[in-house]
Every structure is written in structure tokens, then in C-alpha cells.
């Protein structure tokens, strides 16, 4: 059982299109990551959310925690080229447990077509 | 600005060699992780440690083993491989405080693409 889920797996959208990607749990973190992966290379960290509710932007991308703080979703606006990657998300502190060890999701892999 | 660094890139491995992948970081980072990614799967933790000489089991530990003898180096042993531990093998480092509202960001590096024929 995959304790953070991600939806969707992939997602092939065509440049200036927005898309939206979730990220889903049955339990409540301490805090929940976004990370973006490109081929070849480790994933490399977007934001971190703490609160519930919690909405931060960077650019064309936001990002929101759920009030609850079981689930999260990532936005993007007129997307890119540049924006292909893979991206992931990442919990913490679930179950009272460590913030310090990450559970991460399967990922949504993300190709934007110019 | 090396960060972490891991190596090799690449290892092709026969059924029942040993070998160890390398991970060093020069962040002073006291929290080090080893996980593995095989497609379509995320990340797994295999081990991680919260300092030098301590070293704790993540999600799937079984056919590695792991030492912490300095704050930079975190070396993963696979002392028999098998065909399931074909897998793209990811470090990680991060600064840990005492504050529960800390954030954790983790620094990856780029990776070790195992196969096990």
C-alpha cells in the first residue's frame, strides 16, 4: 500500500496549457514536499508546505497543503518546455513519526510538447 | 560547490558480486540517506544515519549494509548482488535542527545506475 498517492502517473500536455498534479494520503504530515527530477540527475527540492491550508507560489507553479494536511496539489500555469520532469512529493512526521525521513510518492512524470 | 557526490555513475554487476557506492558530501550536513528508484516506483529508503557512527534501517535495508565513520561519507555494501537490486541508487544529505517546524531539504545527488545480470 502506497502511502502517499500520486495522480496522475503521467500527463503529456501541449505548451501554454495549465495542468494540475495531487497528491493523496489517508495520514496526516508534519510537513509535505515537492520535488522536481530531470532525467540523469537527483531530485532537486521546489517548496516545502507545514500548514494546513498553507498555499505558496514560485513563479508559475503553486502549491497548496490541504487543510487537513493529508494531501497536497501542485499547479502550473501556461506551461513549458522546461517544465518536463519528473515530479514527486514527499511527507514527513506522519504518524508522529521523524521530520526527518522523507516517504516519497510514485510521481507524476510531466512532458510539456512545444 | 561539489555537494553530494556519488560514485560511479554506472556499475554492471555479475550475480553474486559485492560492491560498494560511494556517497560524500561537504555540506556538514549530519543526516544522510541512501534510497533506491526503480520506474514508476519513487524513492525507497534503504538506510539512513543522524550522525557519525549511527545508522538506522529505512524500508527496504535487506541485501545492504551501511557505516558512518565520518560526517562527509556514507558508503552502501552490497555484499551479494541480485537481480533485484538492479535499481538507480540515490544519496541524499540534509542539516537537521531541533525545531519539529524545521524543514527538511534534502540534497540529492545524481545518482548510480546499478544493473545485476
Known amino acids: 500500500t502506497q502511502l502517499l498517492e500520486q495522480s496522475p502517473q503521467f500527463l503529456s500536455i501541449q505548451e501554454g496549457e495549465n495542468l494540475t498534479v495531487y497528491c493523496n494520503s489517508s495520514s496526516v504530515f508534519s510537513s509535505l514536499q515537492w520535488y522536481r527530477q530531470e532525467p540523469g540527475e537527483g531530485p532537486v527540492l521546489l517548496v516545502t508546505v507545514v500548514t494546513g491550508g498553507e498555499v505558496k507560489k514560485l513563479k508559475r507553479l503553486t502549491f497548496q497543503f490541504g487543510d487537513a494536511r493529508k494531501d497536497s496539489s501542485l499547479h502550473i500555469t501556461a506551461a513549458q518546455p522546461g517544465d518536463t520532469g519528473l515530479y514527486l512529493c514527499?511527507?514527513?512526521?506522519?504518524?508522529?513519526?521523524?521530520?526527518?525521513?522523507?516517504?516519497f510518492g510514485k510521481g507524476t512524470l510531466l512532458t510539456v510538447n512545444p | 560547490n561539489a555537494g553530494v557526490t556519488q560514485t560511479p555513475k554506472f556499475r554492471i554487476l555479475k550475480i553474486g558480486q559485492s560492491m560498494t557506492l560511494q556517497c560524500t558530501q561537504d555540506?556538514?550536513?549530519?543526516?544522510m540517506y541512501w534510497y533506491r528508484q526503480d520506474p514508476g516506483m519513487g524513492l525507497k529508503l534503504i538506510y539512513y544515519s543522524v550522525g557519525a557512527g549511527i545508522t538506522d534501517k529505512g524500508e527496504v535495508p535487506n541485501g545492504y549494509n551501511v557505516s558512518r565513520s565520518t560526517t562527509e561519507d556514507f558508503p552502501l555494501r552490497l555484499e551479494l548482488a541480485a537481480p533485484s537490486q538492479t535499481s538507480v541508487y540515490f544519496c541524499?544529505?540534509?542539516?537537521?535542527?531541533?525545531?519539529?517546524?524545521?524543514?527538511?531539504?534534502?540534497?540529492f545527488g545524481a545518482g548510480t545506475r546499478l544493473s545485476v545480470l
Open positions: 541524499a544529505s540534509t542539516l537537521t535542527s531541533g525545531s519539529r517546524s524545521a524543514k527538511n531539504i534534502q540534497y
Open positions: 555540506m556538514n550536513h549530519n543526516y
Open positions: 514527499a511527507g514527513a512526521g506522519n504518524s508522529g513519526g521523524s521530520n526527518y525521513k522523507l516517504t
